[in-house]
């Protein structure tokens, strides 16, 4: 499945996780999207890789005027994005048990933070090999895991990231290190704050998104609040090891 328009991407995603479905079944085993399957490793994860190109064909992230070999649109794209992660963090993780895994040390991104080349922050820039950037240069999106429904996941991000663009928003110092390295002082010192660590707090930063709430219209995005809301209360207080077996299956 090679790179692809969003709709088709993924409709891709739903394609993928049918088929390997069915290859384990046909084989006797069973396959688990959870974000978290088992107790061990890291647990399942669903990044997003998107490359955008301007109207004159140029790919966004591969130019001028930006840091980290991106042009100044693809910086101001990244920024949208930056700015409403808490909010995507909902779409994009939309369970209890997706925050047993966005966690520091996981490789999943959970501080709100971009950087270049770096699997540690929830933005990533990827700029690919020289002679090849303008077909592969990408923002990868890290917070996401299988649960999230990919098309929502991908309006988010675009609605975020052309926000950004709209507004002329600017990055911030890029994070090249391990932020588990720097410790939560070394982050306050730097202004990089952990996601939402609980799905309550991710849905109340979706609530209070404009930019989602003006991208999905008021029925789903009060839909998808209340939903995250009450899927956060209905497992409120479950220990992790029913959460891990109620939910293996689900996704």
């Known amino acids: 499945m090679s790179p692809a328009d969003p709709l088709q991407a993924a409709d891709w995603n739903v394609l993928f996780r049918h088929t390997v479905r069915t290859v384990c079944a046909l084989l006797g085993l069973r396959a688990s ?30 130019g001028e005027g930006g840091p980290a070999g991106t042009s100044a649109t693809g910086a101001a794209f990244t920024a949208g994005v930056l700015a409403e992660l808490p ?5 994009a993780c939309p369970t209890p048990l997706s925050y047993q895994r966005l966690r520091p040390g996981r490789w999943v991104g959970c501080y ?3 950087g270049h080349e770096n699997r540690e ?29 990919p098309y929502l996941v991908l309006g988010a991000v ?22 588990v390295v720097l410790g939560e002082a070394g982050l306050a010192l730097l202004g990089v704050e952990r996601l939402p660590q609980q799905l309550d707090d991710a849905a109340d930063a979706l ?26 209360a209905e497992d409120a207080g479950k220990p992790l090891d029913q959460l891990i077996d109620e939910q293996r299956w689900r996704y």
Not at 87 to 91: H, L, N, Q, S
Not at 127 to 135: I, Y
Not at 160 to 169: F, P, Q, S
């Open 112 to 114: 709100r933070a971009w």
């Open 33 to 62: 999207f959870s974000p978290v399957a088992w107790h061990e490793g890291l647990g399942n994860g669903c990044h997003l890789h998107l490359s955008l190109r301007d109207e004159t064909g140029r790919n966004i992230f591969n």
């Open 87 to 91: 909010a995507i963090t909902a779409v």
């Open 158 to 179: 675009l609605a975020a990231g052309l926000d950004g663009v709209a507004r002329g928003l600017t990055l911030p110092p890029p994070l090249q290190d391990d932020p």
């Open 207 to 232: 609530d209070a998104s404009a930019v989602l709430k003006a991208a999905m219209g008021d029925e789903l995005h009060t839909t998808l609040v209340a939903v995250r809301r009450a899927e956060a």
């Open 121 to 149: 922050t929830a933005l990533r820039l990827v700029q690919g090999m020289t002679g090849l950037r303008d077909a592969i240069a990408n923002l990868e999106v890290r917070v996401g895991d299988a649960g999230g429904n």
